[in-house]
């Protein structure tokens, strides 16, 4: 159940499909939670600027039921993110978001 889905501006992710494997494995980490529930996504190329400027930034949204620390989470995946794409840390935004059980679906059901 627990989600991460990054977007940013910056084209020229090397290794895309290993930045998601090791966003997973750290979403499953710090989330307590079975990496069997964990989603990735990644979207490039997205139009976006920060601070008014059109310098390579990030937006991620983690989502889960539960298990979220937003510090520990932060400093976590800035320096990860900032390891695997050469975007600075100060042009990261993370968005958390705790999701009721029961508004979230998975093989025809909810969690709650």
């Given at each position: 159940?627990?989600?991460?889905n990054?977007?940013?501006?910056?084209?020229?992710?090397?290794?895309?499909?290993a930045?998601?494997k090791?966003l997973?494995?750290?979403?499953?980490?710090?989330t307590?939670?079975?990496e069997?529930?964990?989603?990735?996504?990644?979207?490039?190329d997205v139009a976006m600027?920060?601070?008014?400027?059109?310098e390579?930034?990030c937006f991620?949204?983690i989502?889960?039921?539960?298990?979220?620390?937003?510090?520990?989470m932060s400093s976590?995946f800035?320096?990860?993110?900032?390891s695997?794409?050469?975007?600075?840390?100060?042009?990261?935004?993370?968005e958390?978001e705790d999701?009721?059980?029961?508004?979230w679906?998975?093989?025809g059901r909810t969690?709650?």
């Open positions: 159940m627990p989600l991460i990054l977007k940013t501006s910056n084209i020229n992710i090397e290794n895309p499909e930045l998601l090791v997973s494995k750290e979403l499953s980490n710090l307590g939670k079975p069997t529930y964990v989603m990735t996504a990644l979207q490039t600027t920060y601070a008014g400027s059109n390579p930034c991620v949204e989502k889960s039921i539960g298990s979220l620390d937003p510090v520990k976590s800035c320096e990860l993110i900032e695997r794409t050469g975007i600075p840390t100060n042009r990261i935004y993370i958390f999701v009721p059980a029961s508004l679906g998975w093989d969690f709650g």
